[in-house]
């Protein structure tokens, strides 16, 4: 039996305790401490005490709801990943989101296995906050944008010899569409990557993204 104590804490925020029930047996699965809070005020209480790693949070709650609730915590806290639980998949929900502050999204309802793999993801992310934070650097650019989740993404990107869509980068890092997407026009808008727009299908093309190499 493993009796190493786990390092990484995971703090739970949902008013459904099926939901919490199911989060927290996939952390301890994964070998995280699960922190459970049933409401968006006790989840900001917790994530005062505990400072966690990840916060994975639901959107919509009776009192704060989950976009409150990440402003709420990120007023003292720039270093936690923040996993948003939503049944929402508009991007302009995830926009207010990560301009909030959010770091990803998990849309409901979401499979044990790709809970895990963007649980995995998202403390990936945290290492790299907590990085660039000792370092003194910079930890969000703009509308929420952070470093450490654009050089996780460019890196990706960087790593590629062909363009890939949206869809392609979401499953080769276990991000969100969501949070690609505004990641993608973010570095368009700054002219780091090249579009590569796919002719010759049905409907309206898709796009090809490719790293610019300077």
């Known amino acids: 039996m493993n009796k ?3 390092t990484k804490k ?24 699960p922190i459970i809070a049933q409401s968006g005020i006790q989840g900001y209480e917790l994530c005062k005490v505990h400072s966690p790693n990840l916060v994975i949070i639901d959107y919509h709650m009776p009192d704060w709801d989950g976009l409150t609730t990440v402003k709420k915590i990120r007023q003292f806290d720039v270093v ?21 502050g959010a770091t990803d999204f998990a849309i409901k ?8 793999s963007r649980i995995k993801i998202n403390l990936k992310i945290n290492e ?45 890092l276990g991000l969100a ?12 808008e700054e002219s780091r990557i090249e579009i590569l727009p796919i002719y010759g299908q049905l409907g309206r093309p898709k796009n090809k993204y490719k790293y610019s190499r300077l």
Not at 130 to 147: D, H, T
């Open 4 to 6: 190493t104590k786990p």
């Open 10 to 33: 995971i703090v739970i925020i949902d008013d459904e305790p099926d939901i919490q029930y199911t989060i927290k047996e996939i952390c301890l699965y994964g070998g995280w401490s």
């Open 80 to 100: 936690a990943s923040i996993l948003v639980l939503t049944v929402d998949e508009r991007q302009e929900i995830a926009e207010k989101f990560i301009a909030a």
């Open 109 to 116: 309802p979401i499979k044990s296995p790709d809970l895990i």
């Open 128 to 172: 790299v906050q907590q990085k660039y934070v000792k370092e003194k650097q910079q930890v969000f650019i703009e509308k929420g944008i952070s470093p450490a989740t654009l050089s996780i993404i460019c890196d990706y990107l960087n790593e590629q010899r062909e363009g890939l869509t949206i869809d392609e980068i979401t499953s080769g």
């Open 177 to 188: 569409y969501q949070t690609v997407h505004r990641y993608i026009q973010y570095l368009i």
